[in-house]
């Protein structure tokens, strides 16, 4: 069962870390594309960057890269902006496949908390020659019913907050892809 406890502070401590920050890199002014393209558009690529850090979320991080790379081949910027969405998708992952595991391995903890209580109401069996007391099995029963609670306890939740910051990084890793379209199509514009 401490095993089982510590695994569920793990899994709380990740899943509400993780949250705040996929939160945090999801917080973009809808605006942002629109103020890029005006100081792209007007030549003000030094503003353009400066609102790229001030922004500081996976999106303007990976358009910051861009901008950068203005002059260079498209391919080149294109690339560049992959790269970074990467390294960023990267970091907003960390952490998940250890929620993951807790999730599927909190409740095979707990089934073999099960099956040791079983085997111990078995010894105990064995031990009392036939007549057992209902009292000695039932200690055994309840620490492999308990066992097997908290197993599921841990992990179920662990399950469905997993699968929900991935649904959380499937979202923003589309907005990344959606502004990364935007930003080339700012580049191909015709310069007025």
Sequence with gaps: MWILLALGGIA???FVERF???RKATGVDMHF???IRDYISEGKIRSAVELCRKTDTPIARMIEKGI???GRPVSDIQTSIENVANLEVSKLENGLPFLATIAGGAPMIGFLGTVIGMVQTFMEMQAGG???ELATLAGGMYVAM???VGGL???IPAYFGYNYLVARIEKLI???EANSIAFMDILNQPVK
Excluded: K, L, P
């Design 130 to 132: 036939g007549a057992v």
């Design 20 to 22: 705040v920050a996929i």
């Design 68 to 70: 950068e790379r203005i």
């Design 153 to 155: 306890v841990v992990g």
């Design 174 to 176: 589309f907005q990344m």
């Design 146 to 148: 308990v066992t097997t």
């Design 12 to 14: 709380i401590f990740i």
């Design 33 to 35: 594309m629109n103020r």
